[in-house]
């Protein structure tokens, strides 16, 4: 079974950054979605990056061009560096990933239920 282990959350101020990291057990880039969600109390939890077989392919809105989502198959290892942090980047930050039946499923088109392994989660918390 694959088990994704999540590290990197912290406490900073606003305008700050950080580097978040997942580590899987074992993983392949080929045929295969990876992404980063977060979640807030009381809301739905939310996909804020996304990689189809290695490579980038979505982010949220909110994010883009201050997040930035990478990854090394080689290492097994899912970054997310998180720069010009604000309040509302709060959240606990999950990493999750999938293998998929056919290498043209769109990795962008999938949602939280369609993730099959999950971390436990990492608690990023930004002040102003």
């Known amino acids: 079974q694959v088990q994704l282990e999540e590290s990197g959350g912290d406490s900073v101020q606003a305008g700050g950054s950080l580097t978040l990291s997942c580590k899987a057990s074992?993983?392949?880039?080929?045929?295969?979605?990876m992404a980063w969600f977060r979640q807030t109390p009381g809301k739905e939890r939310e996909a804020v990056a996304i990689?189809?077989?290695?490579?980038?392919?979505t982010y949220v809105d909110s994010v883009k061009g201050r997040f930035t989502i990478s990854q090394d198959n080689d290492n097994n290892n899912l970054d997310l560096q998180m720069n010009v942090l604000q309040p509302e980047d709060s959240a606990i930050y999950y990493c999750?990933?999938?293998?998929?039946?056919?290498?043209?499923?769109?990795?962008?088109?999938?949602?939280?239920?369609?993730?099959?392994?999950w971390g436990r989660g990492t608690q990023v918390s930004v002040s102003s």
């Open positions: 074992i993983w392949t880039g080929a045929f295969s979605c």
């Open positions: 999750a990933a999938t293998y998929v039946t056919r290498r043209s499923t769109d990795c962008g088109s999938l949602g939280r239920a369609d993730f099959r392994y």
């Open positions: 990689t189809q077989d290695g490579e980038p392919t």
